[in-house]
T-cell receptor, first 113, second 112 residues
Framework: SQKIEQNSEALNIQEGKTATLTCNYT??????LQWYRQDPGRGPVFLLL?????KEKRKERLKVTFDTTLKQSLFHITASQPADSATYLC????????????FGAGTRLAVHP | DAGVTQSPTHLIKTRGQQVTLRCSPK?????VSWYQQALGQGPQFIFQ???????QRGNFPDRFSGHQFPNYSSELNVNALLLGDSALYLC???????????FGDGTRLSIL
C-alpha cells in the first residue's frame, strides 16, 4: 500500500538552528510530494511541492529535497524562529488518479527561544 | 479573496444521530475534497467532488455521503454516528483537481 511515514516524536530545537524533518514513503515514487503546516485547531496550509524529477526546492527559509533512491523527502527550516512551531505534514499523491492525497501523521516542531 | 470556509466550526452530536457539514471552496475553485483528521493523525481522504459528481472515494463506509451544488459548494453527510466519528473534518478545494489543495479550518465534530 502507499504510505507516508513521519517521525511521530516531537522535534525540539533552539531558535536560530536548522530544523530537519523526515518523510519516508513506501511503494513506488509518487509524482510529487507536498509539505503542509498545521497549527492547533486550524487546517493545513500548503508550503511546498516537489516533483519526482526535482532534487531540491527552496522558498525563503524553507528547503525540501526528494531522494527517490532512499524513498525520502527532507524538509529544512533554516534560522528557525518560535513562530515556526507547528505540526508539519508530508503528503503524497495517490497513484491511481485524481488528486487524492495520502498524509503522514505529521511531526510536531517546537522552537525554543 | 475568500479562502475555503466551513460551517459549523464545532458540533456536538450523540451516537446514532445524523450530521451535515458544509464547505464553500476558494473563489475560482471547482473541485472539493473532504478529509477526516483524528487527534494526533494526518488527514484521511473521504471523497472528492467535481462537476457535482463523486469522483473518487477513500476507505469510508456508505454512512458517509456527500453532495456538490452548481455553485461548487459541498456538503458532507454522516448517518448513524459512532463514537469513532469524532474528528476534525476538513474540506479542501482546487481548480480541476490541480495541486496544491487549499484547506479550510475544519469542523470539529464530537460524538457523545
Amino acid at each position: 500500500s502507499q504510505k507516508i511515514e513521519q517521525n511521530s516524536e516531537a522535534l525540539n530545537i533552539q531558535e536560530g538552528k536548522t530544523a530537519t524533518l523526515t518523510c519516508n514513503y513506501t511503494n513506488y515514487s509518487p509524482a510529487y510530494l507536498q509539505w503542509y503546516r498545521q497549527d492547533p485547531g486550524r487546517g493545513p496550509v500548503f508550503l511546498l511541492l516537489i516533483r519526482e524529477n526535482e532534487k531540491e526546492k527552496r522558498k525563503e527559509r524553507l528547503k525540501v529535497t526528494f531522494d527517490t533512491t532512499l524513498k525520502q523527502s527532507l524538509f529544512h527550516i533554516t534560522a528557525s524562529q518560535p513562530a515556526d512551531s507547528a505540526t508539519y505534514l508530508c503528503a503524497r499523491r495517490f497513484s491511481g488518479g485524481y488528486n487524492k492525497l495520502i498524509f503522514g501523521a505529521g511531526t510536531r516542531l517546537a522552537v525554543h527561544p | 479573496d475568500a479562502g475555503v470556509t466551513q460551517s459549523p466550526t464545532h458540533l456536538i452530536k450523540t451516537r446514532g444521530q445524523q450530521v451535515t457539514l458544509r464547505c464553500s471552496p476558494k473563489s475560482g475553485h471547482d473541485t472539493v475534497s473532504w478529509y477526516q483528521q483524528a487527534l494526533g493523525q494526518g488527514p484521511q481522504f473521504i471523497f472528492q467532488y467535481y462537476e457535482e459528481e463523486e469522483r473518487q472515494r477513500g476507505n469510508f463506509p456508505d454512512r458517509f455521503s456527500g453532495h456538490q451544488f452548481p455553485n461548487y459548494s459541498s456538503e458532507l453527510n454522516v448517518n448513524a454516528l459512532l463514537l469513532g466519528d469524532s474528528a476534525l473534518y476538513l474540506c479542501a478545494s482546487s481548480l480541476r483537481g490541480a495541486q496544491p489543495q487549499h484547506f479550510g479550518d475544519g469542523t470539529r465534530l464530537s460524538i457523545l
